[in-house]
């Protein structure tokens, strides 16, 4: 039984909630082993759960309150120390369990690693949109094929290419960008944004998501500009004013979102628990959205 | 006497100034009592003025040096350790003598239950500017009744709603945004902000203040993007920009103004002094462009 | 022979490169020793270096790759301790010498001081261009006349001052105010990129540069707003936007130049090693620019 | 009923123990109102719960495992923002609760002043035993009579001087002195202790013991070395040694023991955790012995 | 060829020194994989190495200078990301490349984990000495068998206990001291070396060594008190002054010595790089005494 | 007149006092110009002064109290950026003028080499004390002469090597070790005081005493264990405890004493200011015994 697999925790912005009360699963993966530049994403799910506590729950542009139906906190998957094949398993039988009582999970890494472990959720009509400055898309990094640098690989192994969108792009090698290309991959650069704006680029998504009936959304932070999201493992500068963020996850966060992840936040490294913060209200503001049109029907 | 309730420090910028040279009279009001979070905001007035060294103070906007007339720095009030209420009574008094002597005080908290303590200097012909994320008009907070969070609530107990304006809104609590809805409490959120620009909204701000003979402005420094102002106790995320501050700011500041107040910078949070170098921006630009003003007379 | 001056240390990004393969040598002058509010740039070669093997190394805007022909990493200079004019001296030795091999210096500061060494590498057909939110043109700061304040101002005493150009500036005195009046010397604040953008400035800048047969670029990453570069020493709100300032540096990266310095990189008082990362950045895409100018030749 | 006022936390050392299982009840009292120059107390109940985790739990000296009995956990209480008297209030009732319980209270702070709560739990055959570097004896402080400075001066207003015993003692003011020396309290400073060891002292503590039917034990950490326990507040030179703290606890941890509390841990200000460990070791070796005292009943 | 997997860093100290001047060679093994209370000892190598420089080299106690021989830097080895059994052959297999030179390795870790790699050195004729807090003797530790708390119990699956000798002890599980006293494994409290001094037991650990041709010496610097060594991922209170601890390390560094390794150091806990210092200190005196023997022969 | 050189600061704990109260001058001399491993110190002074508030003033060792007569805070000297020489000059002439006051100067550095400028304070009748870890007695040290590593081997240029005492002496050069032997320099190692306590080493320094008809100590708070006092540029291990530095610094404080620095205090480097505390707890202990003396007079 899953369950046992987790550790319960103090919850989410400290608000205990039965899993009555929303479809939301919060699960934290604090995964932290193949980043050996600056490890610190195993003290995410703990930071933004705390950070929670000092937001506003009221959604200003959902018109909706957090408190009212929140999200249902999982606690931490108690890991494997130093195993990574192992946890992945692991994450992943969480999430299966997680999707079988028909929820949808939030899960908090962690490496982005962890987001190996949500291929098990998606199928060939499920869009899997990945906020990044990286396309994590190597084949082997340092002789290891199982790493924060190669995850988006490992998924495309069994996972069809037309179905992955990157926004956020700026830091890729050689390799990736190669891959890319011959695999006709979607990316959005961070700097096309800056210079264009996001509407265009939001009526995009729409477009796009009108072909998938399902859509999986992974949040590796450090899409985001360092200015803003300093907490992470690699800050790759020139990136996505957070404004532009909501107003690009906006379209995402609908009734065809099946998962999303929000990974690398690194608390360790942040200032003033800024992208903590960001990282909290990423589940506030998508779990008020998603609570009001589960509601509704 | 007043002055017996401050303890002179090493003065703002390291900038001896007497009295005469200036209408400004800087006061430290380092109370930091009721966010149990993330305490912290005790240490913004040394660090204030110590940061206000390392910037320059000739202003390109308003063509004046700050050395030429710069502040008074009154020091910092001695407090009662844990106590509120009799620190706000303290700190009213301080602003009272420092109205009486006709200077205009520029308060560093401390929180923003400071604010509490310049409500004896408003009348209905003030209009109150608040800069925050927050409206902080909560009745109550974890029952107690003044507090960060219920500061405004406790000053409209005995002041006109309408005379209220507040800017950078972002977080904010059903509570709340009934309490303004149903006072009609004007605000401007941060989402307009960086969706519209400032011009329309300095233009309103100009035509509202045509109304008032008086203005005090009050800075919780969280209403900028914690990007910018990392060194905060609550950091909510989609905040302003510094540039869309100033400009906002710059109406606001003329012979009008009675009072500022610069509230919540909390520097044990701080990255590089960045939020501590704002607010002393805030500090040197404002008495430069007010200095001119009573000198021209 | 100057190669006995500097200590060999892990280079840039860990990647080991011979002088044949680029143009572009890699120098360390981490002196620290004016600046007493906050000392630490003297960490910054080393801190960059680091960051360096965590950014990707593939340049989307200029379509190529570091690793092809990266730079050459000389090291850093053993300084003398407590001796301002022994170092400088040093240093422009040191950068003779790489110019004599005409190679192209990519020095790490270290304060700001250290352009002073850079002045030997100009004449009067070399534009010196200068990001800075400050000016420092003073005479004499405290009684020294060789420091990161004064430093413009002992470069002017043996250049034209028609040959300079500032951008980003936004932190000045009346002092150097009038000097740069009446000099005739051109800047370009930070406020007016912000309010115009770039596009204009940029093209300025080449109409400027058709005057001149040689570049000398002196980055002092505090033009780089302190949301973006907390570590820096002298943090100064209302600087520039990283994608600016590289839409700006972009049309200097050119033949023409022959030489180019990030200083005032201060790794203690950083976040999430943004600063760091952001004056990485400025050396890969610079040097990935060039050298596809250099092979194609 | 007290339990609705402790918000549940994830447990000491993640070990979830029922009632039954043990006499001793941990409580968190993150009271932290009255120290202006170094708040972070309010961090300690987390701290050393999450420490707690780290240490091992079989103690060498008392031959037994922590996990077998270990602790109930009752939480945090959930204090009033800014209201030392009503908070004081809060943990008494919640002390007496435990008391009425037949249990034991090990609390948590917070700062010193809590101990002021357990007051209620002392009559005349009990001994007070404070571990402190101060005396913490004044009648007012800064204008206030309830904070950590006055606290034990608070307790004597209605407890027998003479049931006090001080060890650690090394800080002090002559108002304090002359009052201890009037009233006759005993007192063991630290640099008696550094000079003759500790044998002596266990011996005459335990005659001392023999007078009383009942110990309360209350350790302001600053009483060992701030080389051993940098976390606190204020730092006072010249403590005593972790083994012989050890050795001078040892003989009052027995049937006798009606409370414990440990306050003054600041983990902001700590070094690797090591003050946060020290009080997680206390917690640990007292409940061992205590629990196998009440298991042989 | 190992060489080709180790990465040359600036070297210890700043000392470059060629292979012929000593028979010591330094190898880092920055594996930090299995602890998730706090990683941060894939830091060490470098730190180690940067403090050395600081030190002062000559020996007071064995009247030598570490600038005469030195050790031989091979590096860092290159680890997989998040591979345990991997990683810990490499290490092996680098050791026996040391060994096969008839050099004797100095590893600096890492986590404890790493001295699995070392037994490949051990037969028993071979005396295994064990600084450390802790038994790591665990048989499991959260599923997962090869990690910091049964590194240990991983060697004795192929190497005599009774070869085994333990100092510092004092954090155990009842689960390691059933199997150390099943096994007749010897260890040395720090509580009896407190209490006894340090001489008897020099001299025990002389006339234990009579009866080994060879000696291992391991020093997990938890060993020594977190006064000293604050540093470690795991701070356990009541540890060994480093005073005694070299005491202790002197009789065991001799010509018996055929490897020696620091582990668990963790410079993101550390305090003024103490902890550090103490490893580089270690490091320093016992190559003095090792090559004044190996030099006189 | 020299007055003008010093900044006026908040005075050391809060305490303003007249010269006439004491014959104590507390002088910073915040020079930080020749460390390259780890700047800092120039914070020291601020640090101290700080952290005195939270210190008690009682002394139970001299039974007197500090806030009586306290000592007269001159304030820091204001340094020129980045020159050695000069600094020195600077200091020099304001401890002469304090000397010529009649009063006794209490230094507070800074890095050791400010202790150069006392030396014009000594004559053949003086016997120099210096607790220091180190003997800085290099003549030269990275091409420079005026440096921390240098400072002793400057004054004993122009000073009797005999009239010189060093305690707590642990790390050292062969090129020092050679020249304290052919000097006849005394040295008391801090293993020695480890091995035999400081009973005789106190009587030693009674003696010693006779033939000299003043005193200077130099405490370099290095000389303390950086277990104790991890707040310092070079820590080396294996230093002296804290009560056995009082112990020892106690002989020397008498109406002999012509004047006392302290040096090398590194507040970024502290753990919880306890190295800042010991710094000032010198001052108050040092500055009680002597005033006492003077009063009685
Ligand atoms: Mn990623
Ligand atoms: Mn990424
Ligand atoms: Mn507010
Ligand atoms: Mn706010
Ligand atoms: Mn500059
Ligand atoms: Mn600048
Ligand atoms: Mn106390
Ligand atoms: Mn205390
Ligand atoms: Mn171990
Ligand atoms: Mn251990
Ligand atoms: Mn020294
Ligand atoms: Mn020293």
Known sequence: MWKLRALKKFPFGGLYKNKEETKI???GAPLDLTNSHAPGTYLAPEAIRRIAESLEWYSLLYEGDFSENGIYDEGDLVLFPGKVRENIDLISESLLDIKEEKRIPFMLGGEHTVTL???????????LVVFDAHFDLRDEYLNSNITHATVMRRIVDNFEPKNLLFIGTRAVSQEELDFVKKNQIEYITSRRIWL???????RNIERKLEKFGKIYVSID??????GYAPGV????????DPHMFFGLLDPLVNEKLIGLDIVEVNPIRDAGEATSALAA???????IKLNKIYNKR
Chains 1, 2, 3, 4, 5, 6 share one sequence.
């Open 281 to 287: 209200k990423i589940v506030i503001e998508s779990a």
């Open 221 to 226: 932070i450090d899409a985001v500009d360092p």
């Open 196 to 202: 264009y704006g996001i509407s265009e680029f939001a």
């Open 25 to 27: 699963s919060l699960i």
């Open 233 to 240: 493992s690699t800050p790759e500068p020139l990136g996505i």
């Open 117 to 127: 472990a949500s291929s098990k959720l998606l199928d060939e009509d499920t869009l």
